[in-house]
């Protein structure tokens, strides 16, 4: 069992930047891909970046390339996502999931543990 908390959203305006963190429960941690995704109102939710569970790959969604960072401390159980130069079409819920492998992955389906989502608005 993984319990995922996310934390770190708020309200920034165009440009600003912010850190979401990814607080994860139990023993597996290291040995599972980390992912973000994240859903605007009246949109699917979408792939943002993955993190493998060494840290060593990373893979990111059009959306984020440039401008968003994934990183892991597995010491403290933690994804982050560093998101910079933020645009009003980055508003959304943003979600951590992990999967139960140790390599990255884009599809949602293959993630078995989901985070609640943590809101992430940028004003114009």
């Known amino acids: 069992q993984v319990q995922l908390v996310e934390s770190g959203g708020g309200l920034v305006q165009a440009g600003g930047s912010l850190r979401l963190s990814c607080a994860a429960s139990g023993r597996t941690f290291s040995t599972r891909a980390m992912g973000w995704f994240r859903q605007a109102p009246g949109k699917d939710r979408e792939f943002v970046a993955s993190?493998?569970?060494?840290?060593?790959?990373?893979v990111y969604g059009d959306s984020a390339k440039g401008r968003l960072t994934i990183s892991r401390d597995n010491g403290k159980n933690t994804v982050y996502l560093e998101m910079n130069s933020l645009k009003p079409e980055d508003t959304a819920v943003y979600y951590c999931?992990?999967?139960?492998?140790?390599?990255?992955?884009?599809?949602?389906?293959?993630?078995?543990?989901w985070g609640q989502g943590t809101q992430v608005t940028v004003s114009s």
């Open positions: 993190i493998s569970g060494s840290g060593s790959v990373t």
């Open positions: 999931a992990a999967r139960p492998y140790e390599t990255v992955g884009r599809s949602q389906v293959t993630y078995d543990y």
